[in-house]
């Protein structure tokens, strides 16, 4: 099926541990975002592409870094993760043009940084 | 600053009441769009619309209604006669012109419906 896949989806670290999340679309999507969700705030950007190749900052940036060197993968990465980012990581992809506006979001990772 | 604000943290209400979740959004552009995602005890995101700024027409699907006004920037949501699968956490969020297309969400409104 045509969508969003995000991998893992649940993933305990360890406080100073790395780990990276992949997310990974087939409908040749240009634009791709990660999201996080923690409670009372809802959904807050982290980082975003707008093509491959191409990263940038969002809402939320620090302690994660972010690669696009494929269309159609987006890696989010934690290299030395703490509590704070304990949470829900959502993933999202957009296509281009006048005609379609529509977000698909993954089905989320929820990390737990003890 | 763009921003989405749902000051209703939580809601409860009985089965077969009308509820409505508010929205109020800021911006300076001129073209945006504005959505609602639905997320279920089970987790995911569904959509359930969009909205432009240049159409301020009001929509009506099924049980679900929204009034967008600009005037006051807010783009409520109504959903007559509740159902308990409608307990869920309603998110809001702003598209801004010209910004990569990220969404700015808001706080999110939990809905629980009672039987």
């Known amino acids: 099926n045509a969508g969003v896949t995000q991998t893992p989806k649940f993933r305990v670290l360890k406080t100073g541990q790395s780990m990276t999340l992949l997310c990974a679309q087939d409908m040749n999507h240009e634009y791709m975002y990660w999201y996080r969700q923690d409670p009372g705030m809802g959904l807050r950007l982290i980082h975003y592409?707008?093509?491959?190749?191409?990263?940038a900052k969002g809402e939320v940036p620090d302690g994660y870094n972010v690669s696009r060197l494929k269309k159609q993968n987006f890696l989010l990465g934690l290299e030395s993760a703490a509590p704070s980012q304990t949470s829900v990581y959502f993933c999202?992809?957009?296509?281009?043009?006048?005609?379609?506006?529509?977000?698909?979001f993954g089905s989320g990772t929820r990390l737990t940084v003890v | 600053a763009q921003k989405v604000t749902q000051a209703q943290t939580e809601i409860s209400v009985v089965e077969k009441e009308d509820v409505t979740l508010d929205c109020v959004y800021e911006t300076r552009d001129t073209t945006y769009y504005l959505f609602w995602y639905k997320q279920p005890p089970s987790g995911e995101l569904v959509f359930l619309i969009r909205?432009?700024?240049?159409?301020?027409q009001n929509e009506i699907s099924g049980r679900y209604s929204w009034n967008f006004q600009k005037s006051t920037s807010s783009f409520n949501f109504t959903i007559t006669a509740s159902q308990v699968v409608d307990s869920a956490v309603y998110f809001c969020a702003l598209r801004p012109g010209n910004q990569g297309g990220k969404l700015i969400f808001g706080q999110g409104t939990e809905l629980s419906v009672k039987p």
């Open positions: 999202a992809s957009r296509q281009t043009g006048t005609t379609n506006y529509g977000y698909t």
């Open positions: 592409s707008v093509g491959e190749g191409t990263t």
């Open positions: 909205r432009n700024s240049f159409d301020e």
